[in-house]
């Protein structure tokens, strides 16, 4: 079979290759992308070629859109010296960098880069564990402190030792039963950034969360949370409150604090760090997604000087883990134009601005009969429905009004680029009440 014709790749497509989440043998539609420039994809509807506003950000990543010239240059003019050497052994200019900007940007001191955001969660749970394991304990046996302490609701990633920290019955668990290590679960923080200390419902999810940990607390090796906002979990919004009860918890035991910042870092939530709504401070902080402006996979893991020594005192005498691809260059140095351009532009300003038409141009939704909740966080608007989206029927509504989107379970959600125009807001804004509407009443 050639490949010449559309229908020909969308046939090989359809039969050889897997999709996130997806069926071989029931496969979902699926949209041809020939281009992608600014805010817009150029893809193909029933063989006519189209262009839609990404609202989706391609999963959070492309926060500057694409065909970005600043990263387009870094990437060429990385491509002239050298695309990729081995870590082990040798360094380079990029990777110096972007770590110098990732440790003035996180505030911690030493920086592991990974490859993909599961990745970097891996090595922080392997970090927080090697902590442990110089701490005392029997060196051979390792550490007691073999366990995480989480919430409800969470998501990590989809490799195994993520996949043990995610919601235990939103994620994927029970398929994978026996294979996952069985963490400590608190329940999920009650919705709502602003709730305090006082709040009967704070009060009430502090005291079980207290007790449960103190039940545990001798094999709880670190905390892992995404501060303020459960992304893929159910864009969840909780109070950076709750997050620092976690943290007090973890220090008061001995347990370690880890960060996942995947999804909120690099001010989608509004503040640079999620956490920075937060009073304590973490030892661990994974970073990913839109670290290379959604140009390549690149993660990093960035830890406190206490953490690093703890580390390297370990039985092991080392972090035990290199990937091949470690600190890619070509992905470092765009990272590094990524970060400088999100300073230049102040995202922080445009977060701010695109959080506010959001929250303006979502809100006729709540009146919708299908609707239970509107929410908005940073760059993040929500409509979370009274039922499963219909994903493909929504996903055609939306393209009809100029707009890509990928729902999930019962939320129709965008994390727009920062570079949308108050225009380009209002657009999607429009599709997905006018698409949440049309498909669900
Ligand atoms: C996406 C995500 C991950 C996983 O990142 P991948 O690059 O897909 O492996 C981990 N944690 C959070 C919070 C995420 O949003």
Known sequence: MGLDKLDDRLAFDRDHLWHPYSSISSPGPTYAVESASGVRLRLVRDGVPTEVIDAMSSWWCAVHGY?????????????????????????????????????????????????????AVEVAMK??????????????????????????????GDTFSPMS?????????????????????APRPPAGLGLGADDPVIVAWESATRALFEQHAAEIAAVIVEPVLQGAGGMHVYSPY????????????????????IATAFWRTGPALGADRAT?????VCVGKALTGGYLSLSAVLCTAEVAARVSESPAGAMMHGPTFMANPLACAIASASLDLLVS????????????????????????????????????????????VDVPALT?????????????????????PYVASTDDVATITGALVGAVAEVHG
């Open 127 to 156: 970090m927080a564990w090697q902590a442990h394991a110089g701490q005392g304990w029997s060196s051979s046996a390792g550490t007691q402190r073999t366990r995480m302490f989480t919430i409800r609701g969470g998501y990590h």
């Open 345 to 388: 532009r102040d995202a922080a300003a445009l977060v701010e601005r695109i959080s506010g038409e959001l929250a303006t141009g979502l809100a006729p939704a709540l009146s919708l009969s299908s609707v239970v909740d509107v929410r908005t966080l940073g760059a993040v608007g929500v409509i979370e429905l009274d039922r499963a």
């Open 242 to 261: 709750c997050v620092d009860v976690l943290t007090r918890l973890a220090r008061e035991h001995g347990a370690l604090v880890i960060h996942d910042e």
């Open 67 to 119: 065909a970005v010239p600043e990263l387009d240059a870094a990437a060429t003019e990385q491509l002239g010296r050298m695309s990729h050497v081995m870590f082990g052994g040798l360094t380079h200019e990029p990777a110096i960098r972007l770590g110098k900007q990732l440790v003035d940007f996180v505030g911690l001191d030493h920086v592991f880069f990974a490859d993909s955001g599961s990745v």
């Open 396 to 416: 055609e509504a939306a393209l009809d009004r100029g707009v890509w989107v990928r729902p999930f379970r019962n939320l129709v959600y965008t994390m727009p």
């Open 165 to 185: 920290v995610c919601d235990p019955d939103g994620g994927m668990h029970s398929m994978y039963a026996g294979l996952v290590p069985e963490h400590v679960f």
């Open 280 to 284: 304590e401070r973490p030892d661990i």
